[in-house]
């Protein structure tokens, strides 16, 4: 079964809130985000053809940012992958026509001010701070504003936290007109793509006929 089988059978799972593909998260990509006002759910997929190199980095960078993250791998991924994964990455399993819970995820409890606020843009974030009353964050590179959020005391994560649902809720909108036109620009590339050979065959006719009459 491969990656897009298995989305197809996560994405009726999701019955509230939005859900995200790709979603770009510290140095890799979450798979599908599913992000609900209460909570962000992230997914990573392992189809038949997918290994298991990345999932260090992977769990990483979602341990940081999602309150609970899961794995849906197919059943020849499940006795290498579960002693990589700690107690509360949840694993699901896809079987046939259906996804089943080897294990349900579990509050993640590692969730850091930073590597949140960087799901968002630096505007967004800087919004935030400046409405908590920090003043001269307007001016502040991003390197320096991460820098804040890792030493300073006066930003509540859970507020950060409902801040950056409520913005990647309010932005999916423009994402899916964003990825509408990126489709239709591929499909006008391919068309493009597809009408040159016939010029070129064209071209070669022509030639051979002016070869030919000379």
């Not at 197809?8 to 890799?28: R, S, W």
């Not at 759910?41 to 999932?55: P, S």
């Not at 239709?184 to 391919?190: H, K, N, P, T, V």
Request: glycine residues 6%.
């Amino acid at each position: 079964m491969n990656d897009p089988e298995i989305r197809a059978l996560l994405y009726p799972l999701f019955t509230e809130g939005v859900f995200v593909d790709e979603l770009p998260t510290g140095t890799t990509r979450a798979d599908v985000v599913h992000i609900t006002p209460d909570f962000m759910h992230g997914y990573e997929v392992k189809g038949d053809g997918d290994t298991l190199q990345r999932v260090a980095n992977q769990l990483r960078c979602y341990g940081e940012v999602y309150d609970f993250v899961t794995f849906v791998v197919t059943e020849k991924h499940l006795p290498k992958l579960l002693p990589l994964l700690p107690e509360w990455v949840g694993v699901l399993v896809a079987v046939g026509p259906e996804l089943r819970t080897h294990r349900a995820a579990a509050y993640n409890a590692t969730v850091a001010h930073a590597p949140l606020a960087g799901l968002l843009l630096l505007e967004e974030v800087k919004q935030y701070l400046l409405a908590l009353g920090l003043s001269g964050v307007s001016t502040l590179r991003k390197r320096e504003v991460m820098n804040l959020l890792r030493t300073t005391q006066r930003v509540p994560l859970s507020g950060l936290a409902c801040h950056v649902r409520e913005r990647l809720i309010a932005r999916l909108p423009q994402r899916l007109l964003d990825r509408a036109e990126r489709k239709a620009e591929r499909q006008r590339s391919g068309a493009r793509r597809r009408r040159k050979p016939v010029h070129k065959a064209k071209a070669k006719a022509r030639k051979r006929t002016t070869k030919k009459a000379a």
